[in-house]
Structure formats: C-alpha cells, structure tokens
C-alpha cells in the first residue's frame, strides 16, 4: 500500500495550475519524467504517445497563435509546456515493442484498418497522457493540463510531415498557490460506479 501523503501527492492534495513561479524545470527533470511514464501499460505495449516539450521564447511563440484566449497567459508563463500527441503510425514499432507477436503490426496497416490504428492510438496516447500527469507530480511538478486550442494548428507547427495528431497540452513547472481556483466537486461513487 502507498503511503497516505503520497496519495495526497498524486491525487488528493493535488491541483492543476493556472499561475506558476519563476522557477525552471531542468531538461534532466523532463527526461526522467519520461522515464517513469514509459513503463506504463499499453495494449500490445503499443506505446503511441508522443510529446513536444515547448521550453523556449521561440516555441511558446509558435504555440500562442493556437491557444485559447483564456489559456494564453497561463501557457506562456509556463515553464515547460508538454504537447502530448498520438502517433497514428505506432504499429511501425510493434515489432520491436510487442516482439513474440511482430506480425500484430500488420492489423492497424492501410485504409481497412485506418480506424482501428486512430482508436488505439487515441485510446492508448489518451492513457499514457494520464500516467504523465501522475508522473510529473510524483517529480515534483505541477500540472495544468487543457484543451483549449486549435488542434490542426499545433499539428501543423509541431508535428508537420508525421502521423502524429496533438491530444492535449499540459503546462509544466511548479504551480503559484495564489493563482488556483476553489478546488471543485467531484461525483460520489454512487452515481459513477455500478457493482454488477
């Protein structure tokens, strides 16, 4: 069993930031997160995420043209902004990464299959960008994870000439108290939950 305060960590006292102090996050600190996220489960350890961490003047200014107006302040403040995308290309790796069944690749290629890639990729990606989240916060950091922004755009600037589509993006760093909301409700296991 965790320890209480390290639940609090990841899940109860934990919070997602809109205001961040001036404080950097070292590129060692982002690699070590991906080390901790990689081990993550995935069906057929397809493993379709993919990120692009924003940590300069020049690439918050190529992503400010495709934020929100509400997420624009937040996001530029932002020591690191994560884009975590999806790689509809995945099964390209399988071979390597589910090796006993390396012909598995070969059920997510060309048009009849289409479908079924950009489900698990969007599925699988989707769980990876939670395992990032818990992540950086066992490290440390806090989060501020968001929509809010025009996909096709962040595709276009970040992941031009791939396969990858853009999930969500997820500001990084650590997070100024006085800059948090009222921490809302969440839904009873009642009215979530069915034992059947």
Not at 32 to 38: A, F, I, R, S
Not at 47 to 61: D, K, L
Not at 99 to 117: C, I, K, N, V, W
Not at 125 to 133: E, M, V
């Amino acid at each position: 069993m965790i320890p209480e305060p390290v639940l609090d960590t990841l899940f109860r006292a934990a919070r997602s930031h809109n205001g961040w102090l001036p404080r950097p996050v070292a590129d060692a600190t982002l690699r070590e997160l991906y080390e901790l996220v990689k081990w993550g489960p995935t069906s057929a350890n397809c493993s379709p995420m993919r990120i692009v961490f924003v940590r300069t003047a020049a690439g918050r200014e190529r992503l400010r043209p495709w934020l929100s107006p509400g997420n624009v302040e937040k996001t530029l403040s932002a020591p690191v902004t994560a884009v975590i995308g999806y790689d509809l290309a995945f099964h390209a790796k399988l071979p390597r990464l589910f090796p006993h069944r390396p012909q598995l690749r070969h059920s997510f290629e060309g048009p009849d299959h289409a479908a079924h890639a950009q489900r698990t990729a969007f599925r699988n990606g989707t769980l990876q960008a939670g395992y990032f989240i818990l992540a950086a916060r066992a490290l440390g950091l806090d989060c501020g994870p968001m929509s809010g922004f025009d996909a096709d755009g962040v595709d276009r600037t970040f992941w031009s000439g791939t396969e990858v589509r853009t999930n969500l993006l997820c500001n990084l760093g650590h997070g100024d108290p006085a800059m948090l909301f009222d921490r809302h409700p969440r839904l009873d296991f009642e009215e979530v939950c069915r034992l059947d």
